[in-house]
């Protein structure tokens, strides 16, 4: 009785091991019971464009007489030359950048066009008819196809990136991932807005061609593959089993 006591604590021990073991526990943006998803008002191209922030990183390039150098250049008339490779610019916590010459800029807020047109008032003090050309170099969105292990930090070369094309870098969907329920997670000011897309239908083609945007997540929720899981779970508690229980039948045999 003893030893049947035993086994069975052991068993207990073990199955409570087994149990404590998380099931689908890498899965993430989950939607809690009875909150509505947001599937209507999705703006397929921005409503707004983008004003700089803080910690943002950009480059600019500076031309002389209303950027008649670019036009010479297109046109054949200057010799070829090397251009000397752009430096980064960063947007300080206070909003403003540190630029060569003109010294302390105030840039958060402001547009792209909007910031080129404050360069060029400032540097104007220095050089006549100052043309500037603003690139912001750090635009990302954070693309997670499905399968934790695959998500993809995708630079926006340009601004028009489609969804289909942001997907598309990172890899495609993948093989756990759900194609109807895409969560786009974009920030609104200071929160962030969550749109539940289904691309799983030919319906789903009008979100194909949407603009993503800066700083955006888009989440492809995985399925939830419980089965596989419980099985790779209970797998080490099984053989822990099976040991104690051939150790038991040796010592009672061994009676």
Same mark, same amino acid.
């Given at each position: ?81 090397? &251009?000397?490779?752009?430096? +980064?610019? =960063?947007?300080?916590?206070? $909003?403003? /950048? ?6 302390? %800029? ?53 601004? &028009?990136?489609?969804?289909? +094309?942001? =997907?598309?870098?990172?890899? $495609?969907? /993948? ?6 329920? %895409? ?73």
């Amino acid at each position: 009785m003893m030893r049947l006591g035993l086994f069975g604590s052991l068993v207990l021990l073990l199955l409570g091991v087994g149990s404590s073991c998380g099931i689908n526990s890498n899965l993430m943006f989950k939607t809690p019971k009875g909150v509505q998803e947001r599937s209507d008002s999705i703006p397929l191209r921005p409503t707004t464009e983008y004003t700089i922030s803080r910690d943002d990183k950009f480059s600019f390039t500076l031309y002389t007489n209303g950027g008649k150098r670019i036009v010479e250049n297109m046109a054949g008339m200057n010799d070829a030359q090397v &251009n000397p490779e752009i430096p +980064e610019y =960063i947007v300080r916590s206070n $909003g403003t /950048a540190e630029l060569p010459i003109v010294g302390e %800029i105030m840039v958060a807020g402001l547009t792209v066009q909007q910031c080129e047109d404050t360069l060029a008032k400032a540097f104007a003090v220095e050089y006549q008819e100052p043309y500037v050309q603003v690139k912001l170099t750090n635009q990302r969105v954070i693309v997670f196809p499905g399968n934790g292990s695959d998500a993809k930090v995708i630079p926006l070369q340009n601004n &028009n990136t489609t969804l289909m +094309e942001a =997907i598309a870098l990172a890899g $495609g969907i /993948a093989d756990r991932g759900r194609a109807d329920k %895409i969560k786009l997670m974009r920030n609104l000011g200071t929160s962030r807005v969550v749109y539940v897309l289904d691309l799983s239908t030919i319906d789903g083609l009008k979100y194909a061609d949407m603009i993503v945007q800066a700083n955006d997540y888009i989440y492809v929720e995985p399925n939830e593959q419980v089965g596989r899981e419980v099985v790779q779970s209970a797998a080490p508690v099984v053989s822990l089993l099976s040991s104690a229980l051939i150790i038991f039948t040796v010592i009672s045999n061994l009676k």
